[in-house]
């Protein structure tokens, strides 16, 4: 029977972690950020995009576990795209955290950015775009240069994420 009952705990300790229970406390989800593109002057968007109008907001989804906010600056056929993402539910915020790993795959290079936010990754389609991601804290900052004649070198990018990141 005293084996039985050890059993019986042991498993129940595995379904508990299993499920989440970290002991560290309720999940807490974060709140959508209102005005996307105010996160970044315009100025300072154009010296990535010279010419770029304000920036108009962009209509996304928001799923059960994930809300999304963006916003999008285009010119000369080029475009800066920001995300900012934030988890609704624990389910959320693990799957964030893949936004920001270093994960390269047959199209894509991926390579992990030391110095931006609590954790960044580069990405780089080549002759489509080029993203970085960061984190902080739950919240994830995607700035994305889209269909620009050249690469645009992740240390163009970080100085726009460091400004998102900065409003967080």
Do not use: H
């Amino acid at each position: 029977m005293r084996m039985r009952c050890v059993r019986w705990l042991g498993f129940l300790v595995l379904a508990a972690l299993a499920c989440g229970s970290s002991g560290g406390g309720p999940f807490t989800p974060t709140t959508p950020i209102a005005d996307v593109c105010s996160m970044l002057a315009l100025a300072d968007v154009q010296a990535l995009l010279p010419g770029a109008p304000a920036g108009a907001p962009l209509t996304l989804d928001d799923t059960a576990d994930i809300w999304t906010r963006g916003c999008a600056w285009q010119a000369n056929g080029m475009a800066v795209t920001l995300i900012v993402e934030g988890p609704l539910t624990s389910s959320g915020n693990l799957v964030l955290g893949f936004a920001v790993d270093a994960t390269s795959n047959g199209t894509t290079q991926a390579t992990a950015v030391s110095g931006v936010g609590d954790k960044a990754a580069y990405l780089n389609n080549p002759g489509l775009d080029q993203i970085l991601n960061a984190r902080k804290g739950s919240d994830v900052v995607s700035l994305a240069a889209s269909v620009f004649t050249a690469e645009v070198p992740e240390a163009s990018l970080q100085p726009l994420v460091v400004e998102a990141l900065g409003q967080l």
